[in-house]
């Protein structure tokens, strides 16, 4: 079954860096798109960085652009999310995510999620 395993959050002070990691296992990773999201306390979960199969095209919500960088390493089943210049309003439960279709519906699956705090 699909797996997908988040690591490398963690406290980190206004301005610093952290790298974001999912491992995935239980499907062919390199034909699938992934995804990173985040949801911050009282709020919804919103789409952080996403990333083709091959890895030749990404996309990044207005908030992040700049700052953070999606790739992968299909070699390694793993996708990653470089975050720079960290500001208070990151700090939130970053999720890894990819999905499909069956019989023509969506299936979305999720990490479990790594806890990123921005705090002096």
């Known amino acids: 079954q699909v797996q997908l395993v988040e690591s490398g959050g963690g406290l980190v002070q206004p301005g610093g860096s952290l790298r974001l990691s999912c491992a995935a296992s239980g499907f062919t990773f390199s034909t699938y798109a992934m995804r990173w999201y985040r949801q911050a306390p009282g709020k919804e979960r919103g789409l952080v960085a996403s990333?083709?199969?091959?890895?030749?095209?990404?996309n990044y919500g207005n908030s992040v652009k700049g700052r953070f960088t999606i790739s992968r390493d299909n070699a390694k089943n793993t996708v990653y999310l470089q975050m720079n210049s960290l500001k208070p309003e990151d700090t939130a439960v970053y999720y890894c995510?990819?999905?499909?279709?069956?019989?023509?519906?969506?299936?979305?699956?999720w990490g479990q999620g790594t806890q990123v705090t921005v705090s002096s």
């Open positions: 990333i083709t199969s091959a890895g030749d095209s990404t």
């Open positions: 995510n990819t999905y499909d279709y069956r019989d023509f519906k969506k299936y979305d699956y």
